[in-house]
């Protein structure tokens, strides 16, 4: 998991570096998080698999008289401790990748993201102010039409087909 991890970083290092598509940076991106993902995944499974290692070794046998610590000094034995460590490595280790990441690569992929989301409303604003002109440089409006449209906007909902106002009556 920790090789996988680290080849996404660096084809994602990669991606920003040259300023690849938003779909190639976003999914070096998300491979990356699933390889972080994964690595707290291995070590949580395993800490199940060794604990249950261990409580098999200490209920397979007999209590004595001293049940409680001998069930205890049978799940110590059993590898319980080595079960719970995997469980800290595998935190330790998901969170030194998070950081690794934001580390090596943070600043650039926040650049890359800010600049991609100002072209997208760059291009929004092309094609707006396009339409604009087209609007312009259509038919130009009298003054009086538009002033008569925007009394009958004033005076209320326009009257549907086959009623007549009070000014064309």
Same mark, same amino acid.
């Given at each position: ?44 499974? *395993?800490? &199940?698999?060794?604990?249950? +290692?261990? @409580?098999?070794?200490?209920?397979? !046998?007999? /209590?004595?008289?001293?049940a409680g610590v001998e069930v205890l000094q049978r799940m110590v034995d059993g590898g319980i401790?080595?079960?719970?460590s995997t469980t800290i490595f595998g935190g330790i280790g998901g969170y030194c990748m998070r950081? *690794?990441? &934001?580390?090596?690569?943070? +600043?650039? @992929?926040?650049?890359?993201?800010? !600049?991609? /989301? ?14 604009e002109r087209r609007l312009a440089d259509s038919q130009p409006m009298s003054r009086r039409t ?24």
């Amino acid at each position: 998991v920790l090789a996988l991890y680290v080849h996404s970083l660096d084809r994602l290092r990669s991606a920003l570096r040259r300023a690849a598509p938003p779909d190639v940076v976003s999914q070096a991106d998300h491979l990356t998080d699933v390889w972080t993902s994964l690595f707290f995944g291995v070590g949580v499974i *395993w800490t &199940a698999i060794g604990m249950r +290692g261990a @409580l098999v070794q200490a209920l397979g !046998a007999p /209590a004595g008289s001293g049940a409680g610590v001998e069930v205890l000094q049978r799940m110590v034995d059993g590898g319980i401790l080595l079960a719970l460590s995997t469980t800290i490595f595998g935190g330790i280790g998901g969170y030194c990748m998070r950081v *690794w990441k &934001a580390v090596a690569v943070g +600043g650039d @992929l926040k650049r890359y993201y800010d !600049a991609d /989301a100002r072209r997208d409303l760059s291009a929004l604003r092309v094609s707006v102010s396009a339409i604009e002109r087209r609007l312009a440089d259509s038919q130009p409006m009298s003054r009086r039409t538009a002033e008569a449209l925007a009394s009958d906007s004033a005076a209320g909902p326009v009257p549907g087909p086959g009623h007549l106002t009070e000014a064309a009556r």
